[in-house]
């Protein structure tokens, strides 16, 4: 989403609506479809946005928002999956670790998931690269770059975490 403060303040919630509709796709297009940087590139020279509001899903357009120098935020329709101490992997169903057995637990779980997604890291700095951005380390870093990240969940439905990244806002 390119986002002009100016217009969007002066616009109907509709009119708004119109505005930020319209995103490329994740990443990992086929090569002959990578024209994606080059729209997002023109779309912010010429609307000159205040700030760029990008979809979790739209990963490109995130690597083109922390490429622009802009200040920019993602937004996340589900609980984030960010990697911490206070709470189990994502998507297991687990219950937070108890214990040095626990943690144990997730450690383990943690470095299964890092192994299965450190193609998807790869295919990401590639893209990241072609940017000029610094690669990741981690599958959930990407999340960890904008300026705002906002998630829209309550805070009763996340585990508490002591490391949540300060830019988070539930």
Do not use: K
């Not at 708004?16 to 024209?35: D, E, F, K, T, Y």
């Not at 770059?145 to 949540?164: C, H, L, N, V």
């Amino acid at each position: 989403f390119v986002v002009s403060w100016a217009r969007a303040a002066a616009s109907s919630p509709i009119c708004l609506r119109s505005q930020l509709i319209g995103s490329p796709s994740s990443i990992s297009p086929p090569p002959a479809r990578m024209n994606w940087r080059t729209s997002w590139r023109r779309a912010i020279e010429n609307v000159r946005p205040d700030a760029l509001i990008v979809d979790i899903q739209a990963e490109g357009a995130g690597y083109v928002a922390e490429a622009s120098g802009l200040p920019w935020a993602m937004c996340c329709p589900y609980p984030p999956a960010f990697r911490s101490v206070d709470a189990p992997p994502h998507g297991l169903g687990l219950r937070p670790a108890r214990g040095a057995v626990g943690r144990a637990r997730d450690r383990f779980w943690f470095t299964v998931g890092e192994r299965m997604l450190a193609r998807h890291v790869a295919v990401r700095n590639e893209v990241r690269a072609g940017l000029g951005l610094p690669p990741l380390r981690h599958f959930d870093d990407h999340w960890r770059q904008p300026d705002r990240f906002i998630a829209f969940t309550a805070e009763t439905y996340e585990y508490p975490r002591s490391d949540w990244p300060a830019s988070v806002r539930l």
